[in-house]
């Protein structure tokens, strides 16, 4: 039976495993944050109304967010301290390092629906976002998902700098920069829902969770 919320390709999963594995044997830390990132936007996707084939959209965008960063230099990447000025423009190229990746799948309209959700998942409400400095509803919806649980586990993760921060101080930055960096309505969603998130989904390997598809 044809999925009625839209066409995901059979060799989507296995194509983006693929992309995710080459990212794994370069940079480890964020091939498992790609990870945790693809199921938390599915996740809110889901707490904040859409159906199940844009909750697989959320996820596909999320797993990708980052493969651009296969690119950067891991003295840039993983650098411990500030990064340069120039070594920030490096940095900030990798989301579109990452649609430049994605594109040549986007001959099917799965993919290609994911390409600008890809681009813009470092924009801001504000307009001081990038690449595009897009403002408030001009940024797609689920790009506005992902920098909400982008943020949220990159302030988790444990870095070469720092260890990873408590959920009640992310909370309380997200809170203050929601209207300005980050859509309020998504992050009101966010902090209502994500303490009942298991986690369980997001511990298991690329890919079994990838492999799930929409009944």
Known sequence: M???WGNIPAW???SVQSLLSALKAVEPSTYEHCLRVGEYSRKLARDIGLNEYEQKIAQ??????????????KSILLKPGRLEPMELDIMKNHSIMSENIVKPLSTHP???QLLPLIRAHHERMDGEGYPDK???????????VILAVDTYDAMAE??????????DVIFAELRRCSGTQFDQQIIKVFLECQPHWSKEDVEQDAHELIIKKIA
């Open 134 to 144: 897009k403002i408030g509803d001009d940024i797609p919806l689920i790009s506005r």
């Open 2 to 4: 044809k999925n009625p």
């Open 110 to 112: 799965f993919f290609n």
């Open 12 to 14: 989507a999963y296995e």
């Open 60 to 73: 596909f965008s999320g797993l990708l967010h980052d493969i651009g960063k296969i690119g950067i230099d």
């Open 158 to 167: 444990n870095r070469a700098y720092r260890r990873g921060l408590p959920d």
